[in-house]
């Protein structure tokens, strides 16, 4: 069975950091693309990261350019989400997905929840003012 466990958040004040794991298991970590999303009280989900867990091709969404890292360690079946510079405006319960790519990875398709097919329980992210 595909699963998917998140953990690390947690709380934290402005301007810190923290980061996120997505542990993986029951499938070939190369064939997927893993993603992250986030959900803040009253507002839809909305993507924040992707990679490509065949060659490591990444996307931020603009409200993680420059302050989130996605990364992935394939000998752990891992993805990262390191954030930085967090606001409050980044409190959310950010959750990680998977999907089989078929051997095709692309932004445009994986920057959106539509194709993914498992999640993970989500992990609390909360930055203080």
């Known amino acids: 069975d595909v699963q998917l466990q998140a953990s690390g958040g947690g709380l934290v004040q402005a301007g810190g950091s923290l980061g996120l794991s997505c542990a993986a298991s029951?499938?070939?970590?190369?064939?997927?693309?893993i993603g992250w999303f986030r959900q803040a009280p009253g507002k839809e989900r909305e993507g924040v990261s992707c990679?490509?867990?065949?060659?490591?091709?990444?996307y931020h969404a603009n409200l993680a350019k420059g302050r989130f890292t996605i990364s992935s360690d394939k000998a752990k079946n891992t993805v990262y989400l390191q954030m930085n510079s967090l606001e409050p405006e980044d409190t959310a319960v950010y959750y990680c997905?998977?999907?089989?790519?078929?051997?095709?990875?692309?932004?445009?398709?994986?920057?959106?929840?539509?194709?993914?097919?498992?999640w993970g329980q989500g992990t609390q992210v909360t930055v203080s003012s």
């Open positions: 990679i490509s867990g065949g060659d490591g091709r990444t």
């Open positions: 997905a998977a999907d089989p790519t078929g051997g095709i990875w692309t932004d445009k398709r994986y920057r959106s929840e539509r194709p993914y097919g498992y």
């Open positions: 029951g499938f070939t970590f190369d064939d997927y693309a």
